[in-house]
């Protein structure tokens, strides 16, 4: 496990599944590892972390790494042209929030 630990290894095998998103923690894409779902406030889920690092992370982790994947977000809606910008969807990601943590 450590192995795949290693930074240098995990970018060489997640260039081999481009376009797939990662765990916030180990940075893991999910070509090549299982993720874990956490309910939000919108009714859907977030894939945060993955199996192993779900487990290791704390409170204050999944706080961070839940205020990252909305600046992300709001930031990929930014940078769309004035026309295709979509400013209900941005207030829904500002508000999104979890349902409960697992622990």
């Known amino acids: 496990m450590k192995l795949f630990n290693n930074r240098v290894i995990i970018k060489i095998v997640n260039s081999l599944f481009p376009g797939f998103g990662a765990c916030y ?12 779902c956490h309910d939000t ?6 894939f945060l972390f993955c199996t192993d690092c779900d487990k290791a992370v704390t409170l204050q982790e999944r706080w961070d790494a839940l205020d990252k994947w909305k ?8 940078d769309l042209t004035p026309d295709k910008r979509n400013d ?14 697992p622990r």
């Open 25 to 36: 923690k180990c940075g893991r894409n999910w070509g090549w590892t299982k993720h874990t």
């Open 88 to 101: 209900k969807e941005i207030e829904r990601i500002k508000n999104t929030e979890f349902l409960e943590f």
């Open 71 to 78: 600046q992300k977000c709001i930031g990929f809606y930014t």
């Open 41 to 46: 406030s919108e009714g859907g889920g977030l």
